[in-house]
């Protein structure tokens, strides 16, 4: 008889996995709370380079089922669900995703699906990207300051490197200037590069 696994993951501490762990009892899964991996890290580490999936890999045997609430669960990007996918069928591993109606991404059926939805989903992020990166060239072009504001004015700054020149200690002026070390740093080297 097979056994069943869960794999829930969440990006951040602050987020749970508890909405995942629900979900597969609502499609009717009895998981043993053994057989459930849960851990929080980001879907842009590689399923293979996590500590729980790694965990998860070592127990499973042929003819058992891992179920996953989404796709993303198990990567971010294409190649890499399909290599943990491929991993898993090599094991004998079925893998149940219960956004795609619980179809087994192991099938020839499931991985033509999990293809297509992967590559839509990396073209989504894709366009995600290239939108933001206009959006950031345009407001550059129109003259927007990206980044925190400088916490010297343009002319305490010249006063800085002026006073640097002098041979004043990086030490005083930040505290006559109220401001940190690091900055009156930043401002020597800067006007050493220039």
């Known amino acids: 008889m097979s056994r069943v696994f869960a794999y829930c993951r969440v990006s951040t501490l602050d987020q749970s996995t508890e909405n995942q762990r629900l979900e597969i009892e609502r499609a009717g899964f009895a998981i043993d709370p053994k057989r459930i991996v849960e851990e929080s890290i980001s879907g842009s580490v590689a399923a293979s380079e996590r500590a729980g999936f790694a965990r998860l890999l070592d127990r499973m045997e042929s003819g058992d089922v891992l179920v996953v609430t989404k ?34 991404l192991t099938s020839a059926a499931g991985k033509m699906t999990m293809q297509v939805l992967s590559a839509v989903a990396e073209f989504e992020r894709d366009l995600l990207i290239e939108r933001t990166n206009a959006g950031i060239q345009r407001a550059r072009t129109e003259g927007k300051q990206f980044g925190r504001p400088s916490a010297l004015t343009s002319e305490q700054q010249a006063e800085v490197v002026q006073r640097l020149a002098q041979g004043e200690a990086v030490a005083a002026l930040a505290r006559n200037f109220n401001t940190s070390r690091q900055t009156v740093m930043r401002l020597r080297e800067k006007a050493a590069t220039e």
């Open 71 to 104: 796709l993303d669960r198990l990567g971010r990007n294409a190649m890499d669900v399909r290599a943990t996918i491929d991993t898993l069928a090599g094991l004998g591993v079925r893998v149940h995703c219960l956004a795609l109606g619980g179809v087994d």
